[in-house]
């Protein structure tokens, strides 16, 4: 993993606000993005529960 995550999945309409786009990444840092690929969630979803990742 290098720390990117993609922001608009496929499937993820009802959740992001956002159709499927596939060129839109986010870069969240390794660390969130190992614990983010292993929650399954969307990122929305994952950010929100990890607001220190904001600060």
Do not use: C, M
């Not at 922001?7 to 190992?34: C, K, M, N």
């Amino acid at each position: 993993l290098y720390g990117f995550a993609l922001s608009y999945p496929q499937g993820g309409e009802d959740v992001t606000g956002y159709i499927f786009e596939p060129w839109h990444y986010r870069y969240i840092g390794r660390e969130a993005a190992l614990q983010w690929k292993n929650s399954g969630k969307i990122l929305q979803e994952f950010l929100e529960e990890k607001p220190q990742y904001f600060e």
